[in-house]
Every structure is written in structure tokens, then in C-alpha cells.
């Protein structure tokens, strides 16, 4: 039977200012924001019609008479767990639309106008030679392409931000990345009597518990064993050797990380701090971002068999987004522009209350969008040691047996509390240093970055004040609408406050604070790579000391060659930088665990300067005065982000290569095994006797 859409009317978009009028109480900023969503809405609305009501008309006239569709959205509402087909139906039940490809088009092309490594890719170096596009050919394919619909246009997309293997530039299509696959069946890499091998994490039971009954119950009603699989050594995996289909997974889903090495550790299952608590990531063969798989075809030994036998395991997909009862309500709640969705001028936020405005804050984070899922770690594997003063945050800091040897735990650069993370280091410090303590492993396992000025207090609290500024040369690309923009902003009298672009967020290479009406874009500084001359800010250092509340030491509170850095080399953004000035300044020793076994890996993820989100690049321009610049990129009609690599920083060892590009291998490299994969703890016990005892 022939089926047509429902009528846009019964998106049930908002269509008048009427909706912000019980906001009356809040702010300025937020009734601001209420009604500038509703003028997107409009727009949306608009963008829409034609797409359903050509869809309805040709369905009509071929049938003669319009029937209603099942809505594969309405059946699956309400539903934490549901079947990734069942999923994906609802997905791809909104039509593909021609005025919402050419205003996210022209949105994303024109942020790659700010993208730092552009030039870079169209011949990445050795050994990142894997992540190598022309994004402009890219970007003009995706523009041309047929599609059936919206789903597979953000799709496509998504696959080719992606695949630039850099988690500071990405397409995210809030619409589309809700519904995130779990198998009950997290594979680990793990050596076993000298042989390291794919298994099903051996704590998998105690793992998938933790995700609850509703998840759990799937799988009895569909009469689905997946306990018994728990340790089972993995053989082949869709008939692939199973690091083949790590690397392959690596290649084309893992994204984030230049290096193939690191992608191919952040598709096993590992140990983390999400957000403050212990947690275990499912990796991104357990945990892949969309439901486009029903199951995975697995050939194992089961533990206390010597039997192989290839068994089919199902994904269930968990939905996080926000409540819906129908398409048209999925869209209007996770699809259409809303009040976040664009940047603000940030001259008009609060009037009259400028005086309470903060600096703004430089971040460099990647966003670990798969897997999403925060499932916490089984108890037993959270470390059993008492805490030290400063662990209620993202640190988690504890002393080892013998009291030699102090651990944080740093989970991310980018707390809830910016002034907390420092207050944090000094407590566990003086804890430290008043307990005995001579050494110290600092634990950066999936550390995903975040505050650039944290990575430097970090550095600075370890290493002391005596180096000077510890940041690296930075700089950002100066192409014509960045100039109009800095220019613009020193004409208005900005300073960083109100925007990133500003001199004021930066100091000069003598370490002085440069003024805000400096324009360091004029003149900007040809920079040539891969046959390409582009143009580049002059060069500057972050400025952090006037953010940083907890005073640091003239002098290293322990040796630095007793400092010792561990982890997966999942280690982005800031995390990052941060390792790579330990490492570069000091030669401190770094270890990274997991990995496919005699493939080289990096001991960092991607390593820019600073991130800017959609809202924030639009914000800058909004506030400069240039939203309307034949230049300017559009407000989004949709619910995304296009976020790019805004800064760029410089290697000390070559100031004409960013460290993104240089390779540097950790000193020492170490299989899990069953007692380290998902128990700090046992890692760091090991770690202090390999590299601190000996």
C-alpha cells in the first residue's frame, strides 16, 4: 500500500511569540532566546513545506487517494531500549529536503574557512598519511548527491567529518545521534600466557547489569544467552580476523584521533571518569553511535570449552534524547533549531549587566558522542584505597600501599567547576607531600580534554613556575572574514569578555599581556603546506595566570623524573597538549596500555589549541557586527553543531609543525591483561613496580 508523510501542520512547530509569554519572570537573555527560536521554528516550517506537501500531492495522485502511514516514530515512543531496525525507521522517516541541504551546506563550508588543518589534509604526513582529504571536493559531493533522506544527508556528513579523524571537527546532527547501539557483549584486547587476543570483557555480566532489567529483558524474551559469552576468546568477528575489524572499525567510525594505533584502542572497552564517578566505556564496536546494525556475527570459544562456534549477538539501541510521542514530535524536540541551537550577539546578552560578565574560557575538547551510554564501572573494580583530600571532581587521587607513590586519577580538563580543578590538585598534593609521597603516576585513560588554561595550571603545579609560560606558539588562520572580525571588534571596543578573537585572551612571546586593540591579523603571515599558501594570525602564548586562583610552586613538588604518565592514549584536545608538554619539557615517561598488538600507536589523541563550537564561531560574528557579510554563514535551520579546530599549536621541537602532526611514541607499552583492563587500581599498582621500582 502506497503511503504519504503527515501534513507539516502536524509538526505541531511553534508559530507564535505567544509561548515565551509565561517566561515573563526570566531574564532578558532568556525571553530573548525563546522568541529567537520561535522565529527558527517559522523558518524551519517554511523550509519544510514543500518537501511534505509535494511528498503528499504525487502519493495522492498515484493511489487517488491520500492513506495514512503507521508513524514509525509513535510506534517505538516512550521506549528506553528498542530495536536498532525500529530505530533507524523512525530516523529515516523524515523526508530528504533541498533548503535544509543548502542552508547546512553553506553553514559547514563556510566554518571550514576557520579550520586550522585544512591545508593539511589534502596530504596528511607520515604515519597519519591515513587521514588525508580534500574536504572542499568532499563537501561539494555530499551537495550533489541524491538522497532519500534527511537521515542519510546528515549521515553522509557525519561519515566524512568523521572520517577526518579529528574530534575538533565534526558534524553533529543532535537529530540523528540519540539512538546509540549496545551490545551485551564488550570486546577487550587482552594477553593471555604471552598471546594477546580479542575476548568478550570477562566482567561483561557484571557490566551489562548495570544497564538494568529493561535492558537486560530484551534479551530473555528473545531467549538470548549473552552471559555465557562473558571471557570467551574471540576468533572472528563478520568473518574477519578480529583486529581487522578493530582496524576496520577504526578507519571508518572511531573518528577523533589521527593516529590508526589510538582509534584502534578506542574501539575495546576501557575503564573512565564520566563526569565525576568511575565508568566503563563499551567502545565502539560495543557501543557504535547508530543503529545500523541488528546484530554482530562472532566466532568464539566460550570460557571452559575448547569448541569454536559462531554465534549471532543482537544490538538493542538506547535512546537519549528528549520525550516524544510521534514523527512530528521526535522532530520538533530533537530536530528542529531551538533556542541553543545558533550563536548571540554577545554585546546584547544581559543589558546593564556587564559587570558580572567572566572572560571567556578557551576550550579543547573532543566530544566522545560514541559511545554516549555512562555506565558505571561494576563496584568491585573501583579502586579500594582510601581517597586523598580533592577527589570529589574529575581527580580522583589516592596514596598506594607503602606510601611512596601518590596516583591522580585525571579524568578531564573541563570540570563543572573551573576553580575546583585547581583547588583539587593543590589538596591532593599537600596530602602527597605530608604522607611521604616521592612519586607520582598521573592515569590520563580516556581523558578527552577540555579547559586549555587546566592543562597549563596542571603542567605549571607539577613542573613550577621557573620554565616560564609553559603553552606552546599559537596561532589561527586569517582569512577574510577572521580579519573583518578582529578588526571589527577593536572598532567597537571589544575585548575578551564579549569574544574569543580579541588580543586580550592572548600574551605576546615575551609573556606580556598584549592590549585588545592590537590587530595581530594585520599583517597576517603566509604559511605554506602541501603546495597550498594560506594565511595565519601572527603568533601568540595563551595567557592563563589571571584565571588561575590557587597559586603554583616556584619549584616541582616532586622530582620530575619520578613523575610518570599512564593510559590508552585515548588522551585528547587538552589532555593532549598537556602530556606533550610533559613530555617536550621535561622527558617524562609515558606508558600506554592496550592497542592491536605490533601496530605503532601515538601517546596522544588529536592535539589542537582550541575548539569552537557552531554557537561560538557564529557568536563571534554576530557580535562583531558581520552576521550579514556576503561571508557569513547562515543561522542553522536544524539542530546541530559544526564545530572546528579554531587554534593551532606549535611543536617546541619544530615551531613550523603543529603537534598534532608530530609523531611521538610513548616509552613503554603494556597489554591489558584480566587484572588491569577495567581495574586502575591493579594498573597502577603494576606501573609503580615496572617503571618506579625498577
Known amino acids: 500500500m502506497m503511503e504519504v508523510v503527515t501534513a ?3 509538526i505541531m512547530l511553534p508559530t507564535s511569540y505567544g509561548r515565551c509569554l509565561p517566561m515573563r519572570y526570566a531574564s532578558d537573555y532568556a525571553v530573548w532566546r525563546c522568541m529567537a527560536s520561535i522565529r527558527v521554528h517559522e523558518m524551519l516550517t517554511s523550509a519544510l513545506l514543500p518537501a511534505f506537501a509535494l511528498a503528499s500531492s504525487l502519493l495522492a495522485s498515484a493511489r487517488g487517494a491520500v492513506v495514512a502511514r503507521a508513524d514509525p516514530c509513535a510506534s517505538i515512543a516512550g521506549q528506553t531500549f528498542v530495536k536498532p531496525a525500529d530505530a533507524l525507521a523512525c530516523m529515516k522517516s523524515f523526508p530528504f529536503n533541498e533548503t535544509l541541504r543548502q542552508n547546512v551546506i553553506t553553514v559547514i563550508s563556510r566554518v571550514f574557512d576557520f579550520y586550522t588543518f585544512e591545508d593539511f589534509y589534502l596530504n596528511s604526513p607520515p604515519p597519519f598519511q591515513a587521514s588525508t582529504a580534500n574536504i572542499r571536493a568532499e563537501i561539494t559531493k555530499i551537495n550533489i548527491t541524491d538522497f ?10 557525519y561519515n566524512f567529518t568523521t572520517k577526518l579523524n579529528d574530534g575538533h571537527t565534526r558534524w553533529f546532527p543532535n537529530c540523528y545521534i540519540l539512538f546509540q547501539n549496545l551490545l551485551p557483549a564488550p570486546l577487550v584486547t587482552l594477553e593471555e600466557n604471552g598471546v594477546q587476543s580479542v575476548f568478550v570483557a570477562p566482567d561483561s555480566v557484571d557490566l551489562i547489569n548495570l544497564l538494568g532489567t529493561e535492558f537486560t529483558s530484551f534479551f530473555d524474551s528473545i531467549g538470548f544467552n549473552w552471559q555465557r559469552l562473558a571471557g570467551a576468546r574471540v576468533l572472528e568477528i563478520e568473518g574477519m580476523d578480529p583486529y581487522s575489524y578493530a582496524d576496520l572499525i577504526a578507519d571508518t567510525e572511531s573518528g577523533n584521533y589521527l593516529d590508526h594505533g589510538v582509534r584502534v584502542n578506542s574501539v575495546f572497552s576501557s575503564y573512565r571518569i564520566s563526569d565525576v564517578d568511575f565508568s566503563q566505556r563499551f567502545g565502539d564496536i560495543a557501543g557504535p553511535q547508530f543503529p545500523d546494525r541488528n546484530s554482530l556475527t562472532v566466532k568464539l570459544i566460550t570460557v571452559n570449552s575448547t569448541k569454536a562456534e559462531t554465534v549471532t549477538i543482537p544490538y538493542l539501541a538506547d535512546y537519549s534524547g528528549l520525550p516524544f510521542t510521534d514523527g512530528p514530535s521526535f522532530w520538533e524536540a530533537n530536530c528542529a533549531a531551538n533556542a541553543e541551537t545558533n550563536g548571540v550577539d554577545e554585546k546584547t546578552v544581559v543589558p546593564g549587566k556587564r559587570e558580572v560578565r567572566q572572560r571567556k574560557l578557551a576550550r579543547a575538547v573532543i566530544r566522545d558522542i560514541a559511545p554516549s551510554k555512562a555506565v558505571g564501572l561494576p563496584p568491585q573494580f573501583i579502586p579500594n584505597l582510601p581517597l586523598t583530600n580533592g577527589s570529589t571532581g574529575v581527580i580522583k587521587s589516592y596514596i598506594l600501599p607503602g606510601n611512596k607513590t601518590g596516583v591522580m586519577f585525571v579524568g578531564s580538563f573541563e570540570p563543572d567547576d573551573f576553580n575546583q580543578f585547581q583547588t583539587d590538585t593543590q589538596a591532593a598534593i599537600q596530602q602527597f607531600k605530608a604522607s611521604g609521597v616521592t612519586r607520582l603516576i598521573l592515569d590520563l585513560t580516556n581523558n578527552g580534554g577540555g579547559f586549555v588554561c587546566l592543562g597549563q595550571f596542571l603542567h605549571q603545579f607539577l613542573a613550577g613556575n621557573s620554565i616560564g609560560n609553559p603553552g ?3 596561532t589561527n588562520r586569517a582569512n577574510p572574514l577572521a580579519k573583518k572580525i578582529l578588526a571589527s571588534d577593536i572598532a567597537l571596543g571589544l575585548n575578551a569578555d564579549f569574544t574569543f578573537y580579541t588580543a586580550d585572551n592572548w600574551d605576546f612571546l615575551n609573556n606580556t599581556p598584549i592590549p585588545a586593540t592590537v590587530n595581530y591579523n594585520n599583517p597576517s603571515v603566509p604559511f605554506h603546506i ?11 602564548f595563551d595567557d592563563c595566570d589571571e ?13 620530575l623524573n619520578n613523575v610518570i604518565i599512564v593510559g590508552n592514549a585515548n588522551c585528547a584536545s587538552t589532555c593532549a597538549m598537556f602530556s606533550t608538554l610533559m613530555f617536550e619539557r621535561h622527558g617524562t615517561r609515558i606508558a600506554i596500555f592496550g592497542g592491536k598488538p605490533g601496530l605503532p600507536m601515538e601517546y596522544k589523541g588529536m592535539a589542537g589549541n582550541q575548539v569552537l563550537e557552531w554557537t561560538d564561531i557564529d557568536s563571534e560574528i554576530k557580535t562583531a557586527n558581520l552576521k550579514d557579510d556576503p561571508l557569513a554563514p547562515p543561522d542553522l535551520l536544524v539542530n546541530s553543531d559544526m564545530r572546528h579546530n579554531w587554534r593551532t599549536a606549535w611543536s617546541f621541537f619544530d615551531e613550523n609543525v603543529p603537534i598534532a602532526y608530530v609523531s611521538e611514541k610513548p616509552q613503554f607499552r603494556f597489554a591489558y591483561t584480566t587484572e588491569t583492563y577495567n581495574n586502575p587500581q591493579n594498573l597502577w599498582l603494576f606501573a609503580e613496580k615496572e617503571l618506579l621500582d625498577n
Open 148 to 157: 532519500e533522506t534527511d537521515y542519510d544527508f546528515n549521515r553522509a556528513i
Open 8 to 10: 507539516v501542520s502536524d
Open 530 to 540: 602541501n603546495g597550498v599558501t594560506d594565511q595565519n594570525s601572527q603568533r601568540f
Open 547 to 559: 584565571s588561575f586562583v590557587v597559586p603554583t610552586p616556584d619549584q616541582p613538588p616532586f622530582d
Open 472 to 474: 606552546f606558539q599559537s
